[in-house]
Protein backbone atom coordinates (compact mmCIF):
# COMPACT_ATOMS: atom_id res chain seq x y z
CA UNK A 1 0.00 0.00 0.00
CA UNK A 2 2.63 2.18 1.03
CA UNK A 3 4.59 1.90 -2.66
CA UNK A 4 1.48 2.61 -4.64
CA UNK A 5 0.53 5.91 -2.26
CA UNK A 6 4.30 6.89 -3.14
CA UNK A 7 3.77 5.80 -7.06
CA UNK A 8 0.56 8.06 -6.48
CA UNK A 9 2.31 11.08 -5.21
CA UNK A 10 5.61 11.03 -7.80
CA UNK A 11 3.20 11.04 -10.35
CA UNK A 12 0.90 13.83 -8.99
CA UNK A 13 4.51 15.38 -8.94
CA UNK A 14 5.56 14.65 -12.45
CA UNK A 15 2.09 16.15 -13.75
CA UNK A 16 2.75 19.67 -11.70
CA UNK A 17 5.95 20.27 -13.15
CA UNK A 18 5.20 19.45 -16.44
CA UNK A 19 5.08 22.26 -18.83
CA UNK A 20 1.47 24.11 -19.12
CA UNK A 21 1.14 26.02 -22.38
CA UNK A 22 -1.69 28.48 -22.32
CA UNK A 23 -2.91 31.19 -24.86
CA UNK A 24 -3.00 34.48 -23.41
CA UNK A 25 -4.21 37.37 -24.88
CA UNK A 26 -4.03 41.22 -22.65
CA UNK A 27 -2.78 38.92 -19.60
CA UNK A 28 -6.03 37.14 -20.15
CA UNK A 29 -5.62 33.22 -20.57
CA UNK A 30 -7.90 31.79 -23.65
CA UNK A 31 -10.22 28.97 -23.13
CA UNK A 32 -9.66 26.17 -25.71
CA UNK A 33 -12.12 26.37 -28.32
CA UNK A 34 -12.45 29.87 -27.69
CA UNK A 35 -12.42 32.81 -30.85
CA UNK A 36 -9.77 34.91 -30.29
CA UNK A 37 -9.86 38.29 -32.32
CA UNK A 38 -7.16 40.04 -33.09
CA UNK A 39 -7.75 43.78 -34.58
CA UNK A 40 -5.72 45.52 -37.06
CA UNK A 41 -5.62 49.46 -38.02
CA UNK A 42 -3.99 51.31 -40.54
CA UNK A 43 -1.80 53.97 -39.72
CA UNK A 44 0.89 56.29 -40.94
CA UNK A 45 3.56 56.85 -38.89
CA UNK A 46 6.62 59.68 -40.35
CA UNK A 47 9.89 58.68 -40.11
CA UNK A 48 11.24 61.79 -41.30
CA UNK A 49 12.90 62.29 -44.34
CA UNK A 50 9.56 61.77 -46.29
CA UNK A 51 9.29 58.12 -44.97
CA UNK A 52 5.75 56.90 -44.16
CA UNK A 53 5.31 52.93 -43.25
CA UNK A 54 1.87 52.21 -42.94
CA UNK A 55 1.23 49.71 -40.09
CA UNK A 56 -1.84 47.52 -39.90
CA UNK A 57 -0.98 45.38 -36.67
CA UNK A 58 -2.91 46.49 -33.36
CA UNK A 59 -1.23 45.25 -30.39
CA UNK A 60 2.25 43.79 -30.83
CA UNK A 61 3.26 40.54 -29.89
CA UNK A 62 -0.61 40.04 -28.97
CA UNK A 63 -2.40 36.79 -28.21
CA UNK A 64 0.83 34.93 -26.40
CA UNK A 65 1.47 31.56 -25.46
CA UNK A 66 2.28 31.15 -22.13
CA UNK A 67 4.43 28.27 -20.24
CA UNK A 68 2.69 28.56 -16.36
CA UNK A 69 4.87 24.81 -15.73
CA UNK A 70 8.50 24.29 -14.19
CA UNK A 71 9.76 22.83 -16.88
CA UNK A 72 10.61 23.57 -20.48
CA UNK A 73 8.01 22.69 -23.07
CA UNK A 74 7.99 21.56 -26.71
CA UNK A 75 5.55 23.11 -28.56
CA UNK A 76 4.04 22.07 -31.80
CA UNK A 77 1.60 24.57 -33.19
CA UNK A 78 -0.66 24.27 -36.87
CA UNK A 79 -2.60 26.81 -38.81
CA UNK A 80 -5.43 25.94 -40.97
CA UNK A 81 -7.54 28.81 -42.99
CA UNK A 82 -8.41 28.75 -46.40
CA UNK A 83 -7.65 32.52 -46.05
CA UNK A 84 -3.49 31.33 -46.02
CA UNK A 85 -2.92 33.50 -49.59
CA UNK A 86 -4.02 36.56 -47.23
CA UNK A 87 -2.03 35.26 -43.94
CA UNK A 88 1.38 36.28 -42.73
CA UNK A 89 3.23 33.96 -40.01
CA UNK A 90 6.03 35.61 -38.04
CA UNK A 91 5.45 33.17 -34.72
CA UNK A 92 7.57 30.29 -32.73
CA UNK A 93 10.38 30.19 -35.36
CA UNK A 94 10.91 33.89 -36.16
CA UNK A 95 10.75 33.49 -39.65
CA UNK A 96 8.33 35.90 -41.33
CA UNK A 97 6.71 33.87 -44.08
CA UNK A 98 3.07 33.84 -45.93
CA UNK A 99 1.89 30.64 -45.37
CA UNK A 100 2.51 28.44 -48.38
CA UNK A 101 -0.42 26.17 -48.26
CA UNK A 102 -3.91 25.90 -46.59
CA UNK A 103 -2.52 23.89 -43.30
CA UNK A 104 1.22 25.18 -41.97
CA UNK A 105 3.04 23.22 -38.93
CA UNK A 106 6.06 25.20 -36.66
CA UNK A 107 7.63 23.52 -34.01
CA UNK A 108 9.66 24.82 -31.15
CA UNK A 109 10.41 25.30 -27.43
CA UNK A 110 9.14 27.53 -24.69
CA UNK A 111 11.16 27.68 -20.99
CA UNK A 112 9.40 27.39 -17.92
CA UNK A 113 7.60 31.04 -17.13
CA UNK A 114 8.55 32.23 -20.82
CA UNK A 115 5.76 33.37 -23.09
CA UNK A 116 6.12 34.39 -26.94
CA UNK A 117 4.21 36.38 -29.52
CA UNK A 118 2.44 33.39 -32.10
CA UNK A 119 2.35 36.88 -34.23
CA UNK A 120 -0.28 35.82 -37.07
CA UNK A 121 -1.40 38.91 -39.39
CA UNK A 122 -3.70 39.76 -41.79
CA UNK A 123 -2.65 40.89 -45.28
CA UNK A 124 -4.44 44.39 -45.39
CA UNK A 125 -1.94 46.38 -47.81
CA UNK A 126 -5.05 46.60 -50.65
CA UNK A 127 -5.80 50.13 -48.32
CA UNK A 128 -9.55 49.87 -46.31
CA UNK A 129 -11.54 48.71 -48.80
CA UNK A 130 -9.77 45.55 -48.84
CA UNK A 131 -9.77 44.95 -44.65
CA UNK A 132 -12.07 41.59 -44.37
CA UNK A 133 -11.71 39.37 -41.52
CA UNK A 134 -9.72 36.03 -41.92
CA UNK A 135 -9.91 33.01 -40.03
CA UNK A 136 -7.60 30.51 -38.44
CA UNK A 137 -8.21 27.88 -36.66
CA UNK A 138 -5.13 27.02 -34.57
CA UNK A 139 -3.93 24.07 -32.47
CA UNK A 140 -1.51 24.18 -29.86
CA UNK A 141 0.01 20.44 -28.57
CA UNK A 142 2.45 20.78 -25.38
CA UNK A 143 2.92 18.84 -22.62
CA UNK A 144 0.67 15.87 -23.94
CA UNK A 145 -2.27 18.34 -24.10
CA UNK A 146 -3.80 19.72 -27.27
CA UNK A 147 -5.81 23.03 -27.43
CA UNK A 148 -7.65 24.22 -30.50
CA UNK A 149 -8.61 28.14 -30.87
CA UNK A 150 -10.15 29.79 -33.58
CA UNK A 151 -8.55 32.88 -34.43
CA UNK A 152 -10.55 35.83 -36.31
CA UNK A 153 -8.33 38.81 -38.05
CA UNK A 154 -10.17 41.79 -38.18
CA UNK A 155 -10.14 45.59 -38.82
CA UNK A 156 -11.36 48.21 -36.44
CA UNK A 157 -10.47 51.96 -37.13
CA UNK A 158 -11.14 52.70 -33.45
CA UNK A 159 -7.73 50.59 -32.71
CA UNK A 160 -4.52 51.72 -32.22
CA UNK A 161 -2.85 50.20 -28.92
CA UNK A 162 0.11 48.93 -29.48
CA UNK A 163 0.73 50.86 -32.45
CA UNK A 164 1.44 54.18 -31.06
CA UNK A 165 3.95 52.42 -28.81
CA UNK A 166 6.19 51.82 -31.96
CA UNK A 167 8.83 55.14 -32.15
CA UNK A 168 10.66 55.92 -34.65
CA UNK A 169 14.08 55.38 -33.61
CA UNK A 170 12.98 51.68 -32.77
CA UNK A 171 11.75 51.46 -36.43
CA UNK A 172 14.55 53.08 -37.92
CA UNK A 173 16.74 50.52 -36.17
CA UNK A 174 15.19 47.08 -36.79
CA UNK A 175 16.13 45.18 -39.80
CA UNK A 176 13.85 45.16 -42.39
CA UNK A 177 13.09 41.38 -44.49
CA UNK A 178 10.90 40.65 -47.95
CA UNK A 179 8.18 38.61 -47.73
CA UNK A 180 10.74 35.61 -48.31
CA UNK A 181 12.31 36.29 -44.88
CA UNK A 182 15.71 37.96 -46.98
CA UNK A 183 17.68 40.53 -45.08
CA UNK A 184 16.97 43.95 -47.18
CA UNK A 185 19.07 46.89 -47.39
CA UNK A 186 17.33 49.69 -49.16
CA UNK A 187 13.57 49.44 -49.41
CA UNK A 188 11.83 49.86 -52.57
CA UNK A 189 9.22 52.38 -52.60
CA UNK A 190 5.51 50.55 -53.69
CA UNK A 191 6.72 46.83 -52.05
CA UNK A 192 5.91 45.23 -48.83
CA UNK A 193 7.86 44.69 -46.20
CA UNK A 194 8.53 43.01 -42.32
CA UNK A 195 9.80 45.22 -39.69
CA UNK A 196 9.23 44.20 -35.94
CA UNK A 197 6.89 41.50 -36.85
CA UNK A 198 4.84 44.29 -38.75
CA UNK A 199 4.45 44.72 -42.22
CA UNK A 200 4.29 47.57 -44.17
CA UNK A 201 4.31 49.31 -47.28
CA UNK A 202 7.30 51.21 -48.49
CA UNK A 203 6.01 55.21 -49.49
Known amino acids: MKKLYAFIVAAMATLSTQAQVVLTQNGKVCSPSETVVIKAVEEA ?3 GGGEYFYLVECGVGDPKLLNQGKSTAKIKVTLETEDYPNIMWCGITDQCMPMPSNKEV ?3 SLGAGKSTGIEV ?3 FEGGPDSYATYVVRMTVEAGGKKDVYTLNLVYDETCTAGINAITADTQKSAPTYDLSGRLVRQATPGQIYIRNGQK ?3 R
Do not use: K, P, T, V
Open 200 to 202: FIQ
Open 45 to 47: IDL
Open 106 to 108: REG
Open 121 to 123: HGS
